[in-house]
């Protein structure tokens, strides 16, 4: 049979610290079957590959149960609503179970549940649902992946918290006896017993796990806590019933109380440090309003199948990835993108699910579900970056694998040492031999930490990772963290990464226009986008495109041959034709002399041209244009600050290419221009070996780009909103915004510092400790470390790597420039009292007239309102531009981008093509500038229609967050969460992140829930 490959993930119960993982991982390894496997001991998860054929689930829960530890999958319930007969239920467990991806179902027929594991990695809790209900019955969910996880995580918390009060309690009674109370039998009799009943009930915690360990002759921290408290204890039996000497009871109670305390904070900061991906699952919705003959239905979103149209109401969330079929709206897509501003949505725009519908009710077609959705792309993504190892995990798993035993030798030693030596060296010990020589044994064992050595890289890269899918920056793993701290040549792509990647025909310069008959500009037009037809390149799109706007019907291809980096060969009309670049032209020995001039006038201004040639001769060339993204300039300055070596790759040609790159101010040298597509790996290899340090990054757009950015030791996808490329890229960026390079780059050295100093601060706490407590400075202090202050020592280790991971939640990875654009977002904007532009009032002109202030666009705006003030003060109630028109009209001029008049002698004058334009501020200056088509083309009626689209905009908004009382009327505002107005989800209020951030219950009046209104 031949060898397949399959992933799986397991949910891992039972460990205590890294060696615990370690043990487990060894074991899975070993597996026959198992390719790979790697056990995280932060978020206690297993992550393995394998071969289905040789090996199964149930072999690897056994193997885990045998070490003494437990493996479980993500567990979904389901309730059968239909009465059927248990043999009937059987049949269905049965039919349950040979479900792909499905591996583990128990039912309880009397509650008519099923308790399902499935393989999240294959397979999700939508999916499930789907194909389970697809059985025949009629099904619904009883409890969700997310909901049982909580429940498991809140009932762990919960035993952690009763053992480690009862120890505390036990604590607070023997520790005032044992060191206010005379010394007697009755006295220890006494704390024999409490400190007997503490072990049995909280110590059980740590017996149990060095009992796991012995069996499979392996050691861990259980072994190093049960053998420190158990020699404290046995030694205090001992001074109290057969010898003399001090007894160590309360020494031993504090040592468990401390290290429970710490297990509990530890466990409750390891749950923080996962706390991105719950978030992610939670901002999916539970409900969805589905069209069926005629009529909106709610339906719960396992039941949504792809074709469904939905309806989607401001202020709800998206529920799936689909288009937009009906209606228009802007989206908050911030928690899936990073993406701050609401993005406009109409007539086939592609919605995401989990996102925020904001102003206008639409309809949607869906088109992925479960695990096809963007959503759980990322979330697949983040929690395979958790599970992967960085290298230097690798050595302090290697570490910890000697850790322990190192330990028990060194204790050994110590004790020996002062024992026979150290009394000697100082008499004064003489007297308390043994009892001293048991502290420092007992302090040794029980200050030494391999938690924090397991703790360091794992809990750094989950929570980095988290961050980073918050902000739209996905982060394959800690392998990869470790790569980009060490980068210092990056290589972008210009197509879609530099520029906008919408490439635009920009100029066409036919054989008529060069000779005065032939073929004209539509002709030309004609063959090139019919030859285009059967490309998917942005170029032959654009042509395409602008085939379309002129309205030239294209002709059927008879042959098509596609010549790689070059162009197209096909026959039009029975004709021969080529379209392509000059290279195309010279292997087919077609002249290009005649064009030559206009070629390198197009070159010039950095246009691609493409040469259509028909019957053997070019009949025309096409100049096509892509605009530079605004954000690219600042994206690379700040790359060079960092020290980086940037360079551009592209298949235009080298004229072209310099244009481009003259303007972005690469070096000439750093210009990698006419590289065909299969040759960008090669390129990035010759740079690779160009240096002996150098260490070569990618940026691509993910799909073109695949061969470069596995080629390059780390390669950044540029991704496209829903389209996720993580096969071969080490951080894939959801956002074309290439400043979110540098983003993702500081995002990464932070979390690599991170690393470093948990990894750093894990050993030098152990080599300073364990000396310590080793009694190394004694001659010096004349003090021994006590064996509970040892254990606060070593609880706290492990709290502050984990806290000091946590610390990067706080990070933020955008640039200046991105946070300030933010901010400006989030500022409320005003109205100018003249020209009714909204503006920001921080970068506007204020002006205070009569204890009320006005801010303005420009100073013509500000003179007109000081010119008589009472006119326009009441402007919210009036069009300002009416106003404005009663002015005379002659010799005014109107600004084409707000559509504001005033005199030409207060304006800025802008010369476009040998025509004269005016604005009344920088602002619309700019604005043209960056489109000037854009503006030429508008009239009076686009920019009214631009306004009123505005003034709808801000009543739909100011429609949502109402909520009233259906007996008496009384409204009030939606309440807050994380900055925005909370939705209705269920029977309750949730935050637009999802229900495991924030919910509530819906506000009552007059004894009933409260209505939410438009």
């Not at 619904?140 to 009932?155: C, F, P, Q, R, Y």
């Not at 409320?828 to 205070?848: L, Q, R």
């Given at each position: 049979m031949a060898e397949t490959k399959e992933n799986i993930n397991l949910k891992l119960s039972g460990m205590t610290c890294a060696n615990c993982a370690l043990k487990i991982e060894n074991k899975l390894s070993s597996l026959e079957g198992v390719k790979n496997a790697v056990v995280n001991f932060a978020n206690e998860e297993a992550t393995l590959e394998y071969d289905p054929n040789t090996t199964n689930y149930d072999i690897m829960q056994a193997a885990v149960?045998?070490?003494?530890?437990?493996?479980?999958?993500?567990?979904?319930?389901?309730?059968?609503?239909?009465?059927?007969?248990?043999?009937?239920?059987?049949?269905?467990?049965?039919?349950?179970?040979?479900?792909?991806?499905?591996?583990?179902?128990?039912?309880?027929?009397?509650?008519?549940?099923?308790?399902?594991?499935?393989?999240?990695?294959?397979?999700?809790?939508?999916?499930?649902?789907?194909?389970?209900?697809?059985?025949?019955?009629?099904?619904?969910?009883?409890?969700?992946?997310?909901?049982?996880?909580?429940?498991?995580?809140?009932?762990?918390?919960?035993?952690?918290?009763?053992?480690?009060?009862?120890?505390?309690?036990?604590?607070?009674?023997?520790?005032?006896?044992?060191?206010?109370?005379?010394?007697?039998f009755e006295r220890n009799v006494l704390l024999f017993f409490l400190a007997l009943a503490n072990y049995g009930i909280s110590g059980s915690f740590f017996l149990i796990g060095a009992y796991k360990s012995l069996k499979n002759k392996s050691t861990n921290m259980d072994v190093l806590v049960a053998l420190g408290t158990m020699t404290a204890l046995i030694y205090s039996i001992l001074t109290t019933f057969l010898i003399s000497g001090k007894t160590f009871y309360e020494a031993m109670s504090l040592i468990i109380t401390f290290l429970l305390i710490g297990k509990y904070l530890e466990h409750k900061t390891k749950g923080q440090a996962s706390e991105a991906v719950k978030k992610l699952i939670g901002l999916q919705p539970k409900i969805a309003t589905i069209i069926k003959n005629g009529e909106e239905i709610e339906i719960p979103?396992?039941?949504?199948?792809?074709?469904?149209?939905?309806?989607?109401?401001?202020?709800?969330?998206?529920?799936?990835?689909?288009?937009?079929?009906?209606?228009?709206?802007?989206?908050?897509?911030?928690?899936?993108?990073?993406?701050?501003?609401?993005?406009?949505?109409?007539?086939?725009?592609?919605?995401?699910?989990?996102t925020v519908n904001q102003t206008g009710l639409f309809h949607m077609v869906t088109e992925k579900i479960g695990k096809e959705t963007l959503l759980f792309q990322i979330i697949d993504f983040v929690k395979q970056a958790q599970s992967r190892k960085a290298a230097k995990q690798q050595l302090a798993d290697k570490i910890s694998n000697y850790f322990v035993p190192a330990v028990i030798v060194i204790a050994i030693s110590a004790f020996l040492y002062w024992y026979f030596i150290g009394t000697q060296i100082y008499p004064a010990l003489q007297a308390t031999q043994l009892e001293t020589s048991l502290q420092i044994f007992t302090s040794i064992v029980v200050i030494a930490c391999p938690c924090a050595l397991g703790l360091a890289i794992p809990t750094a890269v989950m929570v980095g990772t988290g961050k980073g899918a918050e902000n739209g920056l996905l982060i394959k793993g800690g392998d990869s963290l470790e790569s980009i701290n060490t980068i210092n040549t990056i290589v972008f792509d210009k197509t879609g990464t530099l520029t906008v990647g919408k490439p635009k025909v920009s100029a066409i310069f036919s054989e008529k226009t060069l000779t005065g008959s032939g073929y004209d500009d539509n002709d030309v037009l004609l063959y090139a986008g019919s030859a285009e037809m059967g490309s998917e390149h942005p170029i032959g799109r654009a042509i395409i495109e602008e085939a379309n706007q002129r309205a030239i019907g294209l002709e059927p291809l008879t042959e098509f041959d596609a010549v790689p980096g070059k162009g197209i060969k096909t026959n039009i009309k029975e004709k021969s034709v080529l379209i392509g670049n000059e290279k195309l032209m010279i292997d087919n020995k077609i002249s290009t002399e005649d064009y030559k001039a206009k070629f390198e006038e197009f070159q010039q201004q950095g246009i691609t041209v493409v040469l259509i040639s028909i019957d053997n001769k070019v009949?025309?060339?096409?100049?096509?244009?892509?605009?530079?993204?605004?954000?690219?300039?600042?994206?690379?300055?700040?790359?060079?600050?960092?020290?980086?070596?940037?360079?551009?790759?592209?298949?235009?040609?080298?004229?072209?290419?310099?244009?481009?790159?003259?303007?972005?101010?690469?070096?000439?040298?750093?210009?990698?221009?006419?590289?065909?597509?299969?040759?960008?790996?090669?390129?990035?290899?010759?740079?690779?070996?160009?240096?002996?340090?150098?260490?070569?990054?990618?940026?691509?757009?993910?799909?073109?780009?695949?061969?470069?950015?596995?080629?390059?030791?780390?390669?950044i996808a540029i991704g496209s909103g829903t389209d996720v490329a993580i096969e071969t890229a080490d951080i894939v960026l959801m956002r074309g915004d290439v400043r979110n390079v540098v983003s993702a780059i500081n995002l990464s050295k932070k979390t690599y510092r991170k690393m470093i100093t948990n990894l750093f601060w894990a050993f030098i706490y152990n080599i300073i400790g364990i000396p310590i407590a080793a009694g190394v400075f004694y001659g010096l202090t004349g003090l021994f470390l006590p064996p509970f202050l040892a254990a606060v020592?070593?609880?706290?280790?492990?709290?502050?790597?984990?806290?000091?991971?946590?610390?990067?939640?706080?990070?933020?990875?955008?640039?200046?420039?991105?946070?300030?654009?933010?901010?400006?977002?989030?500022?409320?904007?005003?109205?100018?009292?003249?020209?009714?532009?909204?503006?920001?009032?921080?970068?506007?002109?204020?002006?205070?007239?009569?204890?009320?202030?006005?801010?303005?666009?420009?100073?013509?705006?500000?003179?007109?309102?000081?010119?008589?003030?009472?006119?326009?003060?009441?402007?919210?109630?009036?069009?300002?531009?009416?106003?404005?028109?009663?002015?005379s009209e002659e010799n005014l001029v109107e600004d084409p981008v707000c559509g504001m008049k005033g005199k030409p002698e207060d304006w800025i004058e802008h010369d476009h093509k040998g025509e004269k334009y005016y604005f009344c501020n920088q602002s619309c200056l700019v604005e043209f500038k960056s489109s000037p088509e854009k503006y030429i083309k508008s009239n009076k009626e686009e920019i009214k229609e631009q306004k009123e689209e505005k003034i709808n905009d801000k009543k739909e908004e100011e429609k949502m967050g109402k909520l009233k009382c259906s007996e008496c009327g009384a409204t009030q505002e939606l309440p807050m969460h994380c900055g925005k107005p909370m939705h209705k989800e269920d029977n309750q209020l949730v935050c637009w992140m999802g229900a495991s951030c924030g919910a509530q219950s819906i506000p009552e009046h007059h004894g009933k829930p409260m209505e939410i209104v438009e």
């Open positions: 149960k045998d070490l003494g530890y437990r493996a479980s999958l993500a567990r979904v319930e389901l309730k059968v609503i239909d009465e059927i007969s248990e043999e009937n239920f059987e049949s269905l467990i049965n039919d349950v179970l040979n479900i792909k991806g499905i591996h583990d179902v128990r039912g309880n027929f009397k509650a008519s549940k099923l308790f399902i594991g499935f393989n999240e990695l294959a397979l999700d809790e939508i999916g499930v649902y789907s194909k389970v209900k697809k059985l025949g019955y009629n099904i619904e969910k009883s409890a969700g992946t997310m909901d049982l996880e909580i429940v498991k995580h809140k009932k762990e918390m919960r035993y952690r918290l009763r053992i480690m009060l009862i120890s505390l309690v036990f604590s607070l009674i023997i520790t005032p006896i044992s060191w206010f109370v005379m010394d007697s979103i396992e039941e949504i199948e792809v074709g469904d149209v939905l309806v989607v109401r401001p202020g709800e969330k998206i529920p799936v990835d689909g288009k937009v079929v009906e209606g228009k709206t802007k989206v908050d897509e911030s928690m899936i993108t990073g993406e701050s501003n609401y993005v406009k949505k109409e007539i086939d725009s592609v919605v995401i699910g989990a009949r025309g060339i096409i100049g096509i244009s892509d605009k530079m993204k605004d954000q690219a300039p600042y994206a690379l300055d700040m790359l060079r600050e960092m020290g980086i070596e940037i360079y551009m790759i592209t298949g235009d040609n080298m004229q072209t290419a310099l244009t481009i790159g003259r303007q972005l101010k690469f070096d000439e040298s750093h210009i990698l221009a006419e590289v065909l597509p299969n040759d960008k790996a090669l390129n990035i290899q010759k740079l690779q070996q160009s240096g002996e340090n150098r260490i070569v990054g990618m940026v691509g757009d993910g799909i073109n780009d695949a061969p470069a950015l596995a080629q390059a030791d780390v390669g020592f070593m609880a706290t280790s492990s709290i502050s790597v984990v806290t000091n991971a946590l610390f990067l939640k706080r990070f933020e990875p955008k640039t200046e420039q991105q946070l300030e654009e933010e901010r400006l977002l989030l500022e409320e904007k005003v109205t100018d009292t003249i020209c009714g532009m909204e503006i920001i009032p921080s970068h506007s002109i204020e002006y205070n007239y009569k204890g009320e202030k006005y801010y303005f666009c420009s100073t013509t705006c500000e003179k007109e309102f000081k010119f008589d003030p009472e006119k326009y003060k009441d402007f919210e109630h009036i069009d300002p531009r009416l106003m404005h028109k009663q002015v």
